[in-house]
Each structure stands twice: as C-alpha cells, then as structure tokens.
C-alpha cells in the first residue's frame, strides 16, 4: 500500500494482489468516508441484500473498477467497512453491488476523507442488516 494523508483527507494506492476489505480496515480508520475509487479488481464478490441474506455473485477474471464508495464505522469494538462498487467486464457490461471481498488487479485508486466531529456506528437492526447510527462527536 501507498498511502499519503494530510489532516482529514488520505489517497491511498493499492497495488496488485493486496486484499480490497483488509487493506481498507488496516488503516484503521473509524468513522470516515470512501469518497470515490478507480483501478482493477479480480476475484470480486457481489453482494446482493435480498431482504434477510446476501446473495453473492463471484466475478473470477479482472473487471475496471469504475466505482468505489462507502463508509467505516465502528460497530461495538470491530471496525467495519461498508462500500459498494460498480465494475465492468472486459466488453463494457457494468456490474455492481455491496462488496463482500475482492483482490486488487494491477491497482486501486482510492480517496478517503476521516471524519472530525461526527463518530459513525452501527448496531444490528431486525432486519439482519448492521444500521448506520451517526452522532456528533
């Protein structure tokens, strides 16, 4: 990972083969937004909210990572990592959804912004889905 900071703002490089989600989480972040990312990944799985689990579509071969955004929280003691991407195959049909896990393919371009003054956390709702509680810090 490359990675440079200045006061809230970080632009992080991911290079090839690093682990999308737990190269996200290692920066330790805990309340912040994934403002936009671009690159490749392989190995992509797609996660589908069908109302009580994740349907997940595994993509094996390399996709253009057109699209990457989200948000880390803390839910309890765990950092979370919540983002959704949109993908294209080679051909140029898009894909996308909530990211379960992928590999970076060649790179990935991400830009961040920690948050100061709000803290965001997440607690489980009845709905199976960890909900998105945000206060003022």
Same mark, same amino acid.
Request: charged share 25%.
């Given at each position: 990972?490359?990675?440079?900071?200045?006061?809230?703002?970080?632009?992080?490089?991911?290079?090839?083969?690093?682990?999308?989600?737990?190269? #996200?989480?290692?920066?330790?972040?805990?309340?912040?937004? &994934?403002?936009?990312?671009?690159?490749?990944?392989?190995?992509?799985?797609?996660?589908?909210?069908?109302?009580?689990?994740?349907?997940?579509?595994? &993509?094996?071969?390399?996709?253009?990572?057109?699209? #990457?955004?989200?948000?880390?929280?803390?839910?309890?003691?765990?950092?979370?990592? +919540?983002? +959704?991407?949109?993908?294209?195959?080679?051909?140029?049909?898009?894909? @996308?959804? +909530?990211?379960? @896990?992928?590999?970076?393919?060649?790179?990935?371009?991400?830009?961040? +912004?920690?948050? /100061?003054?709000?803290?965001?956390?997440?607690?489980?709702?009845?709905? @199976?889905?960890?909900? #998105?509680?945000?206060?003022? /810090?």
């Amino acid at each position: 990972m490359i990675k440079a900071n200045h006061e809230q703002q970080l632009a992080i490089r991911l290079e090839d083969g690093e682990e999308l989600i737990p190269s #996200l989480l290692a920066l330790g972040i805990d309340s912040g937004i &994934i403002l936009n990312g671009v690159g490749m990944l392989r190995e992509l799985e797609l996660g589908y909210w069908n109302g009580k689990s994740y349907d997940i579509k595994r &993509i094996d071969e390399p996709v253009e990572l057109l699209s #990457l955004q989200g948000n880390f929280a803390r839910k309890g003691e765990e950092r979370v990592v +919540h983002c +959704h991407t949109t993908v294209s195959k080679q051909g140029g049909a898009a894909l @996308g959804g +909530h990211v379960i @896990g992928a590999i970076v393919n060649n790179t990935a371009e991400i830009f961040i +912004h920690k948050l /100061s003054g709000i803290t965001l956390r997440r607690k489980m709702e009845t709905t @199976g889905l960890a909900g #998105l509680y945000p206060q003022k /810090s």
